[in-house]
T-cell receptor, first 115, second 111 residues
């Protein structure tokens, strides 16, 4: 597809379980971002990948959160031992970083509910 | 922190009214983007402003970047129900193209 694709669109998990969220960015976009959004709120920065550089992990809220980006394309955000406060919409975005003031192109997010 | 404060947080108006929402920071932006997000979707870019004092118009939407590049506003003329959504500003960190988003303004336009 032409846009950013995220899967699953919805995920319900029990407290303490691990979850993996997937993001397929737009082909050719070198920058990839993960954000978290609580109901009706702004976006909380989690992690940023740019090309082959070391990712900026400064926004990850705890060591239960990790992310990787394989082959400069697909990214997976993993949350271990999920807690109820992890419930939110997780948004992925990609951009042509380094191409002037490139906009972020977002997927429709994964709505995570921890019961 | 890269804090961007938006106001008001919530706004409910009648169709045809005008409104302004604000995005403020204590530090200088290299550039600022405005996005609109509809329920169940990701944010979509509306505009990028770069130069202090810059004004950009997008149909009934007018975006202004403050002279000191620390604040921005979005003015909507004759609001329509289709304008309903969450309006987000985002600043680009001065290196590395990292974006931090504001707290958002949730707009509801009542027919």
């Amino acid at each position: 597809g032409a846009g950013v694709s995220q899967s699953p669109s919805n995920k319900v998990t029990e407290k303490g379980k691990d979850v993996e969220l997937r993001c397929d960015p737009i082909s050719g976009h070198t920058a990839l971002y993960w954000y978290r959004q609580s109901l009706g709120q702004g976006l909380e920065f989690l992690i940023y990948f740019q090309g082959n550089s070391a990712p900026d992990k400064s926004g990850l809220p705890s060591d239960r959160f990790s992310a990787e980006r394989t082959g400069g394309s697909v990214s997976t955000l993993t949350i271990q031992r999920t807690q109820q406060e992890d419930s939110a919409v997780y948004l992925c975005a990609s951009s042509l970083a380094g191409q002037g003031f490139s906009p972020l192109h977002f997927g429709n997010g994964t709505r995570l509910t921890v019961t | 922190t890269q804090l961007l404060e938006q106001s008001p947080q919530f706004l409910s108006i009648q169709e045809g009214e005008n409104l302004t929402v604000y995005c403020n920071s204590s530090s200088v932006f290299s550039s600022l983007q405005w996005y609109r997000q509809e329920p169940g979707e990701g944010p979509v870019l509306l505009v990028t402003v770069v130069t202090g004092g810059e004004v950009k118009k997008l149909k009934r939407l007018t975006f202004q970047f403050g002279d000191a590049r620390k604040d921005s506003s979005l003015h909507i003329t004759a609001a329509q129900p289709g304008d309903t959504g969450l309006y987000l500003c985002a600043r680009e960190y001065y290196t590395g193209n990292q974006f931090y988003f504001g707290t958002g303004t949730s707009l509801t336009v009542i027919p």
